[in-house]
């Protein structure tokens, strides 16, 4: 019995899952790569966690949020951002 009252204690606590396409992911992966803006201050602003926003890097890094480009066309155009960025 204590066990049911505590399962629907847990689910009527759990949020639905939130998605986020593919530009809002890039905007905040940039803004964290450029310096801008650091990750936990993303994290906290949209709340997420800051471990999505890694994966979210490690993603951008691999090219999967560049459509219809080949996978060494986006990972030099990252590149060329990651060394604009260290200019500034």
Same mark, same amino acid.
């Given at each position: 019995?204590?066990?049911?009252? +505590?399962?629907?204690?847990?689910?009527? $606590?759990? +949020? @639905?899952? +939130?998605?986020?396409?593919?530009?809002?992911?890039?905007? /905040? /992966?940039?803004? $964290?790569?450029?310096?801008? /803006?650091?990750? $936990?201050?993303? @994290?906290?602003?949209?709340? =997420?966690?800051?471990? #999505? #926003?890694?994966?979210?890097?490690?993603?951008?890094?691999?090219?999967?949020?560049?459509?219809?480009?080949s996978a060494d066309y986006a990972r030099?155009? =990252?590149? $060329?951002?990651?060394?604009? @960025?260290?200019? #500034?």
């Amino acid at each position: 019995m204590r066990t049911k009252k +505590r399962e629907r204690k847990v689910s009527s $606590v759990m +949020r @639905a899952r +939130r998605t986020f396409d593919e530009k809002f992911k890039r905007q /905040v /992966v940039e803004s $964290v790569l450029s310096g801008s /803006v650091s990750q $936990v201050e993303l @994290a906290r602003e949209y709340t =997420i966690s800051p471990l #999505i #926003i890694s994966r979210w890097k490690k993603e951008y890094k691999q090219g999967k949020f560049f459509e219809n480009k080949s996978a060494d066309y986006a990972r030099l155009e =990252i590149r $060329v951002k990651e060394l604009k @960025a260290s200019l #500034i």
